[in-house]
């Protein structure tokens, strides 16, 4: 079996060469962005991220018959084409929950402590809550927060008794953060969801967040909501037109980073893990690996309070000043991202 693996899918190399018996795999290692029809034309399966887009003009004439995506979001697949040609794919659904709840969470701290925005009784409105959603709106009840929740397709199959209209959560809400997929098209549209129409129907000046795609958010609207005080911050770790972002919106918000929320090791070990399961459940191959994240350097941490602990476990800033001083790296600091392990690695000593 031939596969091709993107170069910055971490705990794989090693593994997936001995997947399937004595016989070792032909693994070949390309970063995302380079995937060319010359190279997968001969190859049986792609594990790929975000940043490979797996279409007609990369796909047609190939022996591929299998991808996985080492992402939650699939957008970047054209799954009508995949049908079309045959061709199997797979995501990584709820892969980095735990990471991008981690995010949040400290993002709702640092607000606390660097701006005075006290968060116990403040309305936060979640939008999407599917994996990753539903951790967030634990998070915040742990913090003390009331909670709105919007999700339409939920809705629809659900009823509407635990959700809110998108109209409502504009209204109501201290802070608005975005956890849904990318639809350009459809009753579940996502694309431009935050638009002028949205800024404009705010009615406390809340906080946004976007980790989820670049695209949910309009950004020459986000920026004029910013000026024009309709919000009173945002918190963007996606962006349209990655990597080529808006550096205007950078200047402007309260956190920047690249793409990273959910890029804890314990996110990328699970996804990992989820792709080399599905392509040993598809090929017919025992799936006899482990895959575990290192430890971390310092798994017990000191602080004088819980959230002075959650904070030096992981602070958004540093990932927000780096790209702020250098937004030409986004690629680099996104592919060479430090080691960030989640609550479980850790143990708290307060002091």
């Known amino acids: 079996m031939k596969v091709i693996v993107d170069n910055k899918i971490p705990y794989i190399g090693g593994i997936i060469e001995k997947l399937g018996g004595e016989t070792p795999n032909e693994v070949v290692y390309v970063a995302g962005m380079k995937f060319t029809p010359e190279i997968v034309r001969d190859a049986d399966a792609l594990i790929i991220r975000t940043r490979t887009h797996c279409n007609r003009e990369l796909l047609k004439g190939s022996k591929v018959k299998f991808i996985a995506t080492a992402t939650i979001g699939y957008d970047h697949i054209d799954t009508a084409y995949c049908k079309e040609a045959g061709i199997t794919w797979t995501n990584a659904p709820g892969c980095n929950s735990g990471s991008v709840a981690q995010y949040i969470h400290s ?47 939920r809705a629809d199959k659900e009823g509407d008794a635990m959700f809110t209209d998108l109209e409502i959560l504009a209204r109501e809400c201290d802070v608005i953060t975005f956890h849904t997929p990318l639809n350009r098209e459809g009753k579940y549209k996502t694309y431009h969801l935050a638009d002028n129409a949205f800024f404009s129907s705010l009615g406390k000046k ?29 918190i963007i770790d996606v962006w349209e037109k990655e990597p080529a972002i808006n550096l205007e919106l950078l200047g402007k918000v309260f956190l920047g980073t690249p793409h990273i929320a959910g890029y804890s090791a314990d996110g990328k ?50 990932d927000s000043d780096a790209l702020k001083a250098n937004p030409e790296l986004f690629e680099q600091l996104r ?5 960030r392990r989640e609550k479980e690695a850790h143990s708290f000593q307060i002091v």
């Open 269 to 318: 070990a699970n996804a990992t893990r989820m792709s080399l399961e599905s392509l040993c459940k598809f090929f017919g191959v025992d799936p006899a690996f482990d895959v575990q994240p290192p430890k971390p350097e310092s798994p017990v941490i000191q602080a004088p309070t819980e959230a002075e602990a959650y904070l030096q476990m992981y602070n958004p800033k540093r």
């Open 335 to 339: 592919g060479d991202y430090p080691l």
């Open 107 to 153: 993002a709702l701290l640092l607000l606390q402590k660097e701006k005075g925005f006290i968060l116990k009784d403040k309305c936060i409105g979640v939008v999407g809550v599917g994996n990753v959603g539903s951790k967030v709106c634990r998070v915040a009840q742990s913090l003390g927060m009331k909670v709105l929740m919007n999700d339409l397709p």
């Open 206 to 234: 809340p906080i946004i967040i976007n980790t989820s795609r670049g695209e949910v958010t309009e950004t020459t609207a986000l920026l004029s909501a910013l000026d024009n005080k309709l919000i009173s911050e945002a």
